[in-house]
């Protein structure tokens, strides 16, 4: 069982950023891949990236377009972390962000995810 709780969101303005954590219980954290999704009102949940291993020291990661060379998804084993730094943030960036686990790599494929955490809220303000 892995649990996997998220923090970091708040309220920023447009172009500001903001650092998401989401620290997760279990020893095989370094095996697991890693997402990050977010719910906007009204809206399906999306995917926004995930961070992947390949068996060694090396990870790899994607991201959705509509993030990609703003937001970086990182993570620290020995902490049991990962993270999203997000910079030039957008109004559309308004959302709740999850956190999800799961052994093996599905990028987007939320409904494979088997671990969620219980979300964080991010608003930007134009």
């Known amino acids: 069982q892995v649990q996997l709780v998220e923090s970091g969101g708040g309220l920023v303005q447009a172009g500001g950023s903001l650092r998401l954590s989401c620290a997760a219980s279990?020893?095989?954290?370094?095996?697991?891949?890693m997402g990050w999704f977010r719910q906007a009102p009204g809206k399906e949940r999306e995917f926004v990236a995930a961070i992947g291993w390949t068996g060694g020291v090396t990870y790899y990661a994607d991201y959705a377009d509509s993030v990609k060379g703003r937001f970086t998804i990182s993570r620290e084993n020995a902490k049991n972390t990962v993270y999203l730094q997000m910079n030039s943030l957008e109004p559309e960036d308004t959302a709740v962000y999850y956190c999800?686990?799961?052994?093996?790599?599905?990028?987007?494929?939320?409904?494979?995810?088997?671990?969620w955490g219980q979300g964080t809220q991010v608003t930007v303000s134009s």
């Open positions: 279990g020893r095989t954290f370094g095996s697991y891949a």
């Open positions: 999800a686990a799961d052994p093996r790599w599905y990028r987007d494929r939320k409904s494979e995810y088997r671990y």
